[in-house]
């Protein structure tokens, strides 16, 4: 019987994380659809006062029935490349609710976009503005566009996903956007639809966001006086989630604040959060193969950074907690994977009851965990599996070792 908590949350004692292990193997990523509707709810209840579109940001779980399940909430669609597009249309998403950012939008990834008809291209640089002003005039259409400016905030979170600092490569200096605001409105292929910003991921405070508006809302006015109005302002993701003990802001919040800054004007306003909305309603289940006592205590489970990336590449912490009952005594233990290289680390220094085979579950793996996997060291990419009341849906199976070699050819000459 799976049990849901009403918030947004997917925790251990929700799920029969040993039956699920059981049946579907691990490593073994379980998400919990309760946990992600409420969640989109809430971030769309928070705006409910605004004429506004949540555009949720794919890169952050691109799994298709999460998709498919956020699409018939008439959520929209946040996009960096037209792999991302494909996705949501196979998953019965609206192209008219995507808007599509990612500062190296290729030729055919725009003629991909124009011909889905998306909702708005979320230009990142000059260069980036001739080409699609070229693809839309050679087919003979005018690409909806906003840009992406770049307000030079610093959104006080981890330098490699923070977006949003003259020093990143995402966006246009807000100095130089006006200029190429009146250039865009010039051009036979572009129609200026709006303006858009997105600063970082992982936010745990709110005025970072709150300069950025006003930044951008100051630029709205003046391009508007010179006769350039704009339909929708998009403020981007980023909104963060608990991991460790971070009291990131709700959405709620995040309305309660920006709202008097948004209150009379007409844009309608976008949103894409990525992270919160499906961040924390899932787990990464995995076993403990081998514990290998010595200088450190190291316990060596199923899963590893090719699983699950973040704990490698930005030294993130991820919650570890045993999901069986265990007889044995807590010790400090380094939860590392299979694979060679000393960063395969889960976890370090963490106080668990463990045996060979105890089953844990890393928690709040929801976001930027089964997309960020690869195949490093042959490892085939894991399952994923939805909870839905007390149904358990295999959502993706594990990768057979023929897609370990799927698109590849042997030499056929000696
Ligand atoms: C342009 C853009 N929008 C939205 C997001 C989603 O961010 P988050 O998952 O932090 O909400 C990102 C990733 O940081 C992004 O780069
Ligand atoms: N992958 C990052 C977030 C990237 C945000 C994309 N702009 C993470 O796991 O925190």
Redesign the pocket.
Same mark, same amino acid.
């Given at each position: 019987m799976v049990i849901h908590r009403p918030d947004a949350t997917l925790a251990v004692e929700d799920c029969p994380t040993p039956a699920l292990a059981e049946r579907f193997g691990t490593p073994l990523y379980v998400y919990s659809r309760a946990a992600i509707e409420s969640a989109w709810r809430a971030y769309d209840q928070a705006f409910a006062g605004f004429d506004h579109q949540i555009c949720y =940001?794919v890169? =952050?779980n691109g799994s298709l029935a999460i998709l498919q399940l956020l699409a018939r909430l008439g959520s929209g669609f946040?996009i960096?490349s037209g792999g991302e597009l494909a996705r949501v249309l196979r998953a019965g998403g609206d192209p008219a609710r995507v808007v599509f $950012? +990612?500062v190296g939008k290729t030729e055919a990834e725009i003629e991909q976009a124009l011909a889905a008809g998306i909702l708005a291209f979320?230009i990142e640089s000059a260069a980036e503005l001739e080409r699609i002003n070229a693809v839309a005039v050679r087919s003979g259409q005018r690409a909806p566009v906003s840009l *992406?400016v770049n307000p030079d905030v610093d959104a006080r979170t981890h330098p490699y996903?923070s977006?949003g600092l003259k020093e990143n490569k995402?966006g246009i200096d807000i100095q130089a956007a006006e200029g190429l605001y009146h250039h865009a409105a010039s051009l036979p292929g572009i129609a200026v639809t709006g303006m858009d910003f997105?600063i970082? $991921?992982? @936010?745990t405070e709110l005025e970072p966001l709150v300069d950025a508006l006003s930044r951008s809302l100051a630029l709205v006015d003046r391009l508007e006086a010179d006769g350039i109005p704009l339909a929708h302002l998009d403020i +981007?993701?980023? @909104?963060?989630i608990r991991y460790e003990d971070e009291t990131p802001p709700t959405p709620a919040a995040l309305a309660e604040r920006l709202g008097p800054l948004l209150a009379g004007r007409r844009q309608k306003l976008l949103m894409?959060? +990525? *992270? =919160?909305l499906v +961040?924390e309603a899932g787990l990464l289940l995995t076993r403990v193969e081998y514990l290998k006592p010595g200088h450190r205590d190291f316990a060596i489970v199923d899963a590893a950074m090719t699983d699950l990336l973040r704990p490698a590449l930005y030294n993130a912490w991820q919650r570890i907690e045993t999901a069986e009952p265990v007889d044995a005594d807590p010790r400090l233990y380094d939860i590392v994977g299979p694979v060679c290289e000393s960063a395969d680390t889960l976890g370090s220094e963490r106080s668990l009851a463990l045996r060979p085979g105890t089953l844990l579950a890393i928690h709040a793996t929801g =976001?930027?965990g089964f997309v960020m996997a690869s195949q490093y060291n042959a490892r085939p990419r894991p399952a994923e599996v939805l909870v839905d009341g007390d149904q358990a849906h295999l959502i993706r199976e594990r990768e057979p070792l023929e897609a370990l070699w799927q698109g590849e050819h042997l030499l056929e000459s000696p």
């Open positions: =940001a890169k =952050a946040d960096v $950012s +990612g979320n *992406r996903i977006t995402f997105h970082g $991921s992982q @936010l +981007g993701g980023g @909104l963060g894409e959060p +990525g *992270r =919160a +961040g =976001a930027y």
